[in-house]
């Protein structure tokens, strides 16, 4: 897979945790479960991908963790938004709504005309 490939894979999975925890702190297992119900079950968050993203986001500082109870009364780690993940995720929101933009502009293009 090209770098440039995986950076946007990681970039999607990285927004979609950051949007999920504005809302307070999660598990990782809530935070796999509402992206799976909000998407209709479209986008899975597989442990292999999701439980490396959180490390990743927590060691650059953009969640914090502790470990508490879950809904099940399982011992888990929460994760939740610090100001720096605040931030990080203002400024990938605004990308993926220019992304969106412009292949939306893409997509709805006439055919073009060749010379």
Known sequence: ????????????????????????????????QHVARTTDGDIALEEGALYPALHRM??????AAEWGL???NRRARFYRLTPLGQRVLRERVASWERLVAAVGRVLAAPRPVTA
């Open 58 to 63: 927590e060691h650059r500082g953009w969640l």
């Open 1 to 32: 897979m090209a770098d440039r490939e995986l950076d946007l894979i990681q970039g999607t999975l990285n927004v979609l945790v950051l949007q999920t925890l504005r809302w307070g702190p999660m598990n990782g297992y809530a935070i796999a």
């Open 70 to 72: 879950s809904a099940n």
